[in-house]
């Protein structure tokens, strides 16, 4: 009797601190606000686009452990059922659905592409920086840098349809108060070669496109030698007029709300690839900036415009849009 007494207690406080040390050693998970929804899925994702209806979320990821090339994943939201997308290799950016929802475009290598779901098919149409689909119609806005400069910043915005054939184009022309350069020039020319640290370089970092299709909003970084600058332009579409979106803030990836009256974009903070979720009007008024969201990677916003998709260390979430702005503005968070 003694030793069944005795060997119960020792199994008791042997699952006692079985207890503690999974509590201890238990991944963290994100505190996220009660307006916000984990989305259960298998992976860990970099950027994403939710579908025209809402059931199916397009998602980049990469492997474990990561390399150089990231992976294309199709999500099914109402199953947590995850299927990789077998395309060909290559380092996947900017994914968007077509508005009827049986395509997408991506971008990899400079080149936009676009995959048929039906057929599953996937050819290049045009070379540039970054692409958005029109949420209402056929044609893709791409944007172009200065990898096609010939020399010089020639930054622009094209209209293409899906076939690649260019509807329109605008050189994009930047505001005086803009520091992004307009040449390739450093400097004064260096007695000795140039080090890595004088190369300039820019990368977009976020595009989207009004819904009445009338203007861009691109946000940029750039590096000239010690130099960063990170600025958001938006841009007249027709003309490449611009101006600055929300000045001082370092923006990186972007989306338009559907009804066009709310942009969700991330600031920066120490990084490119992550950023505080804000949601602004089209002039940069602070509209929310949700509390405990600091390491979001991506945004995309539902059809209806009252449900944002976003990514926050790699976990789908959803946010009530509407309970965002009200939290917002009781507590003063865009203060």
């Known amino acids: 009797m003694h030793r069944l007494r ?17 509590a201890c050693f238990r991944p963290e998970v994100a ?33 474990a452990p990561p390399g150089d090339e990231t992976f294309i994943y ?16 290559g380092r996947y950016e900017f994914p968007r659905w077509s508005p009827e929802g049986e395509r997408f475009s991506i971008m990899t290598g400079f080149q936009v592409s676009i995959v048929d779901l039906g057929a599953f098919s996937q050819r290049a149409i045009f070379q540039g920086d970054g692409a958005t689909w029109s949420r209402n119609g056929e044609d893709i806005l791409a944007y172009r840098g200065p990898a096609f400069g010939g020399g010089r910043y020639q930054r622009s915005l094209s209209i293409i349809d899906s076939t690649g054939s260019v509807l329109h184009a605008a050189p994009i022309a930047l505001p005086a108060e803009s520091q992004l350069r307009s040449t390739l020039s450093v400097g004064a020319p260096a007695p000795t070669l ?3 640290m004088d190369i300039p370089t820019e990368w977009l970092l976020g595009i989207a496109w009004s819904p009445d299709r009338g203007t861009a909003l691109i ?3 750039a590096s000239y030698g010690h130099t960063n600058v990170n ?17 001082g803030s370092a923006i990186g990836r972007v989306d338009w709300s559907p009804d066009g009256r709310v942009i969700a974009y991330l600031e920066l903070v120490e990084t490119s690839l992550r950023g505080q979720l804000v949601l602004a009007d089209r002039l940069g008024k602070c509209l929310a900036s949700p509390e405990v969201l600091p390491e979001v990677q991506d945004v995309s916003w539902a059809d209806d415009s009252s449900t944002l998709a976003f990514l926050l ?9 509407q309970e965002a702005i009200q939290r917002s503005a009781r507590l003063g968070l865009c203060n």
């Open 6 to 22: 005795r060997s119960s207690i020792i199994t008791c406080v042997l699952l006692v601190w079985a207890a503690i040390l999974s």
């Open 313 to 321: 260390n790699g976990e789908l979430m959803m946010l009530d849009v």
């Open 219 to 221: 946000s940029i970084e």
């Open 31 to 63: 505190a996220v606000p009660y307006y916000v929804t984990r989305i259960p899925t298998d992976g860990t994702y970099t950027q994403l686009a939710l579908s025209p209806d809402s059931s199916r979320v397009l998602a980049t990821g990469f492997p």
């Open 194 to 196: 140039p080090t890595l």
């Open 74 to 89: 199709l999500i099914d939201l109402a199953s947590g059922e995850e299927t990789q997308l077998p395309l060909d290799s």
């Open 231 to 247: 600025e958001a332009l938006m841009v007249d579409v027709l003309t490449g007029s611009s101006i600055l979106y929300a000045p």
